[in-house]
């Protein structure tokens, strides 16, 4: 792990407290970081299409209600992509361009709001699940293992029927459907900091087992938490889809799941109107693709050994 | 991908008799802790829907309009004690929460003839899949960073990041309904056309034509899962002592990977076809919806509208149940073909 090398900085910086070492040794490897970053070419790629992304999802709160209120539109259903409709209209005449811009913001949101549950969870489980050795652990093991068995999408599918349809609840379904990858991962590399000897040092100095989880264990797993966490959002954001597409979703929000689904019922395909799916699909791709090739490009940043392999 | 797989812990084996045996151990081990998961889903699958705020009668008739006898009749059976109704759903799982009530019938007879179409679907899909992945995970990880492997891995990326079901419909809008110049060739759902026995040769071929545009996107989006594994799989194996050796000695460069690197790399590919069934069958759902291909994936986007509580309930027990099943027999499997693992 870069973070725990000793660097320039730490000697130039005895003099000062043990706080100031700690905070210019990790600027220095978040400036390494972000050097390494943008070296790489697809990971750039994936930033710039998710800023691009965030930006519509920003330029969306911006669309009049209006526009997107099937009582109140006026242009013919299905009409192919022309200079007035850059992608078409939908069954009820409403511009696919502003239904998709408007679906990018349900879709970032959920995306990230329930990866952001799904990675507490797991965090939480794999760092306790790998510091306590007895019972504790064990249990949270034993229930990671469980979780990690049952298929996802049946899970998710009575999860949301049990719950009902929300947009909470739909980030709910997904946090909790996707939390035991993450606690697998987080809990091997938590065994593996724990043997190291300066928490061995640490105990010795009498740390509790909450300063030791989250003063020495947790900055060591977060580079992992990290690369994972961008991995996630791209899983998230296809759940989101798949739940809406089955009709799961928050009923009243537009998210490209949903934009699916309503085409996929409206008969978009027997009427042949290929711009009001493959519109919504296109973005689903490029966003998830977007999270993946970030994810990646951490993932060789952090673990150099693949490059070289 | 070396930080993201957790080396098995040595433990000294210290027991004695059988128990000593590690390959008996292993076996047991892994069997228990399948067994163990499928008490917690049958637990699970019977609570979830109890334990929650509100009454079970509504959850159950959501959506429906009951009249006030069945009503009496879901109170009276709902609202016994909680530990004679579980007792009564232990001694039989699947059908221990009543018959279908959309379809008026035992949930195992509305579940028995979806389970082939499933399967010829799947099961079709999955074969396809793992040959061409793992033809393709080898070529492009052999040749790292060459022509071929960038545009195999970058396809695979973007297929990676497709949802299935919209690539299905994607597929049939294209192939089906026809788009252009390119006419419909290929018919836009179901197993085979009204009328035709499908217990002849022509029946089978009228089936295979069906089935052409659903396991082609199935295949297409498994294949991409399977070949990035096998293609990480084969890199790891490139840099081992044991392929330096191999080449030191002489051997030619196809000999090397075919009798070497590939018997080594592929374990773990193998068992991730089991391991996968849980991603399989979330595949199978939404594509059966969408070819409308009537079987288990259909039955259970079905009951979710609705919802068929019961039988969202047995669906739910199947599909974990197969893929418990499965990741046993993929332990079981890894242990037997790696003694490495049964420490």
Same mark, same amino acid.
């Given at each position: 792990?870069?973070?725990?090398?000793?660097?320039?900085?730490?000697?130039?910086?005895?003099?000062?407290?043990?706080?100031?070492?700690? /905070?210019?040794?990790? /600027?220095?490897?978040?400036?390494?970081?972000?050097?390494?970053?943008?070296?790489?070419?697809?990971?750039?790629?994936?930033?710039?299409?998710?800023?691009?992304?965030?930006?519509?999802?920003?330029?969306?709160?911006?669309?009049?209600?209006?526009?997107?209120?099937?009582?109140?539109?006026?242009?013919?259903?299905?009409?192919?992509?022309? +200079?007035?409709?850059?992608?078409?209209?939908?069954?009820?005449?409403?511009?696919?361009?502003?239904?998709?811009?408007?679906?990018?913001?349900?879709?970032? +949101?959920?995306?990230?709001?329930?990866?952001?549950?799904?990675?507490?969870?797991?965090?939480?489980?794999?760092?306790?699940?790998?510091?306590?050795?007895?019972?504790?652990?064990?249990?949270?093991?034993?229930?990671?293992?469980?979780?990690?068995?049952?298929?996802?999408?049946?899970?998710?599918?009575?999860?949301?029927?049990?719950?009902?349809?929300?947009?909470? @609840?739909?980030?709910?379904?997904?946090?909790?459907?996707?939390?035991?990858?993450?606690?697998?991962?987080?809990?091997?590399?938590?065994?593996?900091?724990?043997?190291?000897?300066?928490?061995?040092?640490? /105990?010795?100095?009498?740390?509790?087992?909450?300063?030791?989880?989250? /003063?020495?264990?947790?900055?060591?797993?977060?580079?992992?938490?990290?690369? @994972?966490? %961008?991995?996630?959002?791209?899983?998230?954001?296809?759940?989101?889809?798949?739940?809406?597409?089955?009709?799961?979703?928050?009923? %009243?929000?537009?998210?490209?799941?949903?934009?699916?689904?309503?085409?996929?019922?409206?008969?978009?395909?027997?009427?042949?109107?290929?711009?009001? +799916?493959?519109?919504?699909?296109?973005?689903?791709?490029?966003?998830?693709?977007?999270?993946? +090739?970030?994810?990646?490009?951490?993932?060789?940043?952090?673990?150099?050994?693949?490059?070289?392999? | 991908?070396? &930080?993201?797989?957790?080396?098995?812990?040595?433990?000294? $084996?210290?027991?004695?008799?059988?128990?000593?045996?590690? $390959? !008996?151990?292993?076996?047991?081990?892994?069997?228990?802790?399948?067994?163990?998961?499928?008490?917690?889903?049958?637990?699970?699958?019977?609570?979830?829907?109890?334990?929650?705020?509100?009454?079970?009668?509504?959850?159950?008739?959501?959506?429906?309009?009951?009249?006030?006898?069945?009503?009496?009749?879901?109170?009276?059976?709902?609202?016994?004690?909680?530990?004679?109704?579980?007792?009564?759903?232990?001694?039989?799982?699947?059908?221990?929460?009543?018959?279908?009530?959309?379809? #008026?019938?035992?949930?195992?007879?509305?579940?028995?003839?979806?389970?082939?179409?499933?399967?010829?679907?799947?099961?079709?899909?999955?074969?396809?899949?793992?040959?061409?992945?793992?033809?393709?995970?080898?070529?492009?990880?052999?040749?790292?960073?060459?022509?071929?492997?960038?545009?195999? $891995?970058?396809?695979?990326?973007?297929?990676?990041?497709?949802?299935?079901?919209?690539? *299905?419909?994607?597929?049939?809008?294209?192939?089906?309904?026809?788009?252009? =110049?390119? =006419?419909?060739?290929?018919?836009?759902?179901?197993?085979?056309?009204?009328? !035709?026995?499908?217990?002849?040769?022509?029946?089978?071929? #009228?089936?295979?034509?069906?089935?052409?545009?659903?396991?082609?996107?199935?295949?297409?989006?498994?294949?991409?899962?399977? $070949?990035?594994?096998?293609?990480?799989?084969?890199?790891?194996?490139? *840099?081992?002592?044991?392929?330096?050796?191999?080449?030191?000695?002489?051997?030619?460069?196809?000999?090397?990977?075919?009798?070497?690197?590939?018997? #080594?790399?592929?374990?773990?590919?193998?068992?991730?076809?089991?391991?996968? &069934?849980?991603?399989?069958?979330?595949?199978?759902?939404?594509?059966?919806?969408?070819?409308?291909?009537?079987?288990?994936?259909?039955?259970?986007?079905?009951?979710?509208?609705?919802?068929?509580? =019961?039988?969202?309930?047995?669906?739910?027990?199947?599909?974990?149940?197969?893929?418990?099943?499965?990741? &046993?027999?993929?332990?079981?499997?890894?242990?037997?073909?790696? =003694?490495?693992?049964?420490?």
């Amino acid at each position: 792990m870069t973070m725990t090398q000793p660097t320039i900085e730490d000697a130039n910086a005895a003099a000062l407290g043990a706080r100031d070492v700690v /905070k210019a040794r990790r /600027k220095a490897s978040r400036t390494r970081f972000t050097a390494s970053f943008r070296q790489n070419r697809s990971g750039m790629l994936g930033l710039t299409i998710l800023l691009i992304f965030i930006a519509v999802a920003i330029a969306a709160f911006f669309i009049p209600a209006s526009s997107l209120d099937v009582t109140q539109v006026t242009a013919d259903p299905f009409l192919p992509p022309s +200079l007035q409709w850059p992608l078409g209209t939908d069954d009820s005449g409403r511009s696919v361009l502003l239904l998709v811009a408007k679906g990018a913001q349900i879709s970032l +949101l959920v995306g990230f709001a329930a990866t952001m549950l799904s990675m507490f969870i797991g965090t939480s489980v794999g760092i306790v699940s790998g510091h306590y050795r007895g019972m504790t652990g064990g249990v949270l093991d034993r229930f990671t293992d469980w979780f990690l068995v049952i298929p996802y999408l049946p899970l998710a599918i009575v999860l949301a029927t049990v719950l009902g349809r929300s947009l909470l @609840n739909i980030i709910i379904v997904i946090g909790v459907t996707s939390w035991p990858g993450t606690a697998r991962l987080i809990r091997a590399q938590t065994l593996s900091v724990t043997a190291r000897p300066y928490l061995e040092r640490s /105990k010795a100095l009498g740390a509790g087992n909450l300063h030791q989880m989250w /003063k020495h264990v947790l900055p060591n797993v977060m580079p992992l938490v990290l690369a @994972n966490t %961008t991995l996630a959002v791209s899983i998230s954001i296809l759940s989101e889809t798949t739940l809406s597409f089955l009709g799961l979703g928050d009923p %009243t929000a537009i998210s490209w799941g949903s934009i699916l689904e309503q085409g996929f019922a409206a008969g978009a395909i027997s009427q042949g109107a290929w711009w009001y +799916l493959a519109a919504p699909g296109i973005c689903v791709v490029l966003t998830v693709l977007a999270f993946n +090739l970030i994810g990646r490009a951490i993932e060789d940043i952090l673990d150099p050994r693949q490059e070289t392999a | 991908m070396a &930080l993201l797989t957790e080396t098995p812990a040595r433990t000294p $084996s210290a027991a004695a008799g059988g128990w000593a045996n590690p $390959s !008996v151990r292993y076996a047991v081990k892994r069997t228990g802790a399948a067994i163990s998961t499928f008490i917690f889903v049958l637990i699970f699958n019977f609570f979830l829907f109890r334990i929650l705020p509100g009454d079970p009668v509504a959850l159950y008739t959501r959506g429906r309009n009951v009249d006030p006898e069945s009503i009496r009749a879901l109170e009276a059976k709902l609202h016994r004690p909680i530990g004679q109704q579980f007792l009564e759903y232990a001694r039989n799982p699947f059908t221990g929460n009543g018959p279908s009530v959309k379809y #008026n019938q035992s949930v195992w007879e509305v579940i028995a003839p979806a389970l082939w179409p499933t399967l010829l679907l799947v099961g079709t899909a999955t074969l396809i899949a793992t040959i061409i992945g793992v033809w393709l995970g080898i070529r492009s990880g052999w040749n790292r960073g060459e022509r071929f492997d960038v545009i195999s $891995s970058n396809t695979t990326l973007v297929l990676y990041s497709m949802p299935e079901f919209w690539f *299905g419909m994607i597929m049939l809008i294209v192939f089906a309904v026809g788009i252009g =110049p390119i =006419p419909g060739m290929f018919p836009t759902g179901g197993l085979s056309d009204p009328g !035709v026995d499908t217990s002849t040769p022509a029946g089978w071929l #009228n089936v295979a034509w069906h089935l052409f545009l659903p396991v082609t996107t199935l295949a297409v989006i498994y294949l991409a899962e399977y $070949s990035l594994i096998m293609r990480a799989s084969i890199i790891e194996e490139r *840099g081992q002592d044991y392929v330096q050796t191999a080449r030191a000695k002489g051997l030619m460069d196809k000999m090397v990977r075919r009798q070497h690197a590939v018997p #080594n790399a592929l374990l773990p590919t193998m068992t991730l076809v089991f391991l996968n &069934l849980g991603f399989v069958v979330g595949g199978a759902i939404t594509i059966e919806y969408v070819f409308s291909i009537h079987g288990l994936g259909s039955l259970t986007v079905d009951a979710l509208q609705g919802p068929d509580v =019961p039988l969202l309930q047995a669906l739910f027990l199947l599909f974990s149940g197969a893929v418990i099943f499965a990741n &046993l027999v993929a332990d079981l499997l890894y242990g037997y073909f790696d =003694p490495r693992v049964r420490t």
